[in-house]
T-cell receptor, first 114, second 114 residues
């Protein structure tokens, strides 16, 4: 089964501290992975995708196929990073008919304290 | 705001009643998706359209649910004979063609069944 696991429901850090939001996946093939973010009272939006290998708002994520992980990292957290973060996987095979659709983890709430 | 728009934003209904949600995708986006999100969970795929064709439906979509996109533009999601378990946020999203393209989400429609 294709699955995305985010083991932490809540992660609380102080401003300036490093952040790592964990994401593990189960997928039989070459996955395409994303991080989505939802700030308070805003819509869900794409933060970054692994194929573009870019850094957005200081966040990076590396796909580790050996560990089936796609952890989101930022060296110095800011208060405005406080939000709900979802890791997601695109099903690129016709698994259960969900071709091309996102499979989300349950999310991790990041709280950055001053 | 030319993003994905959803209406109504909030709906409270009595058990057994029918409800309908509308989604207007970003213009020129061919794909339109419906997701459901309950408290403490990530969004779960329900169905998607490529233009006016409904290409896939999740097992989550019972016979009481029906979605349409008659002219390949806006879409409606109808829930008949609502049950308390239908209480959730219903999210609409759109993209240009496939999972390779960025998926943009609406703000969602909150349904409470009492």
């Amino acid at each position: 089964a294709q699955r995305v696991t985010q083991p932490e429901k809540l992660l609380s850090v102080f401003k300036g501290a490093p952040v790592e939001l964990k994401c593990n996946y189960s997928y039989s093939g070459s996955p395409e992975l994303f991080w989505y973010v939802q700030y308070s009272r805003q819509r869900l939006q794409l933060l970054l995708r692994h194929i573009s290998r870019e850094s957005i708002k200081g966040f990076t994520a590396d796909l580790n196929k050996g560990e089936t992980s796609f952890h989101l990292k930022k060296p110095f957290a800011q208060e405005e990073d406080s939000a709900m973060y979802y890791c997601a996987l695109v099903s690129s095979v016709n698994y259960g008919g969900s071709q091309g659709n996102l499979i989300f983890g349950k999310g991790t709430k990041l709280s950055v304290k001053p | 705001d030319t993003g994905v728009s959803q209406d109504p934003r909030h709906k409270i209904t009595k058990r057994g009643q029918n409800v309908t949600f509308r989604c207007d995708p970003i213009s020129e986006h061919n794909r339109l998706y419906w997701y459901r999100q309950t408290l403490g969970q990530g969004p779960e795929f329900l169905t998607y359209f490529q233009n006016e064709a409904q290409l896939e439906k999740s097992r989550l979509l019972s016979d009481r649910f029906s979605a349409e996109r008659p002219k390949g533009s806006f879409s409606t999601l109808e829930i008949q004979r609502t049950e308390q378990g239908d209480s959730a946020m219903y999210l609409c999203a759109s993209s240009l063609v496939s999972g390779q393209d960025t998926i943009y989400f609406g703000e969602g429609s909150w349904l409470t069944v009492v």
